[in-house]
């Protein structure tokens, strides 16, 4: 998909709205707009990368500030401060939106999978 039919890059460009949770240079949180917990954030990096699997080396301190936002958006939540990152990378992974982000998802004792 290219850059300007993705759905993220118009979020992080604001001709999409979006409920921003957090962001700084290289990283934007906003709400996921179907939840799948009490709290489901998606951290999202503002370079328009596909997947980790398209993930270069020059991208190395992006792909940290990812977990780094987690640390943070974690150290906001009210109650429990356990949460699970989940990223689908791939279609058959299901992914369904090609630009790479983290599902931050809390507020519920998850099960195992
Ligand atoms: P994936 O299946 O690619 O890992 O996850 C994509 C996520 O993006 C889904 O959880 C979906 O609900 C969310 N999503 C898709 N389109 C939008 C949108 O326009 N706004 C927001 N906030 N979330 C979206
Ligand atoms: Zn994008």
Redesign the pocket.
């Known amino acids: 998909m290219s850059q300007h039919a993705c ?2 890059c ?2 992080i460009q604001g001709s ?1 709205p ?2 921003i949770i957090m962001q700084n240079d290289a990283v934007i949180v ?7 917990a009490p709290v ?1 954030y ?1 951290i999202i990096p503002k370079k328009h990368v596909t997947d980790i699997t398209s993930l270069e080396q020059q991208d190395a301190q992006m792909a940290g500030q990812l977990l780094l936002m987690a640390q943070q958006l974690a150290s906001h939540l009210s109650g429990s401060q356990a949460f699970r990152l ?3 990378n791939g279609a058959d ?7 790479l ?1 983290l ?1 931050f998802l809390s507020g519920q004792v998850m099960t195992d999978f």
């Open positions: 759905v993220f118009a979020i999409l979006a409920h906003i709400k996921d707009i179907a939840p799948k489901h998606l989940v990223v689908n992974a299901g992914q369904k939106v090609f630009h982000h599902h």
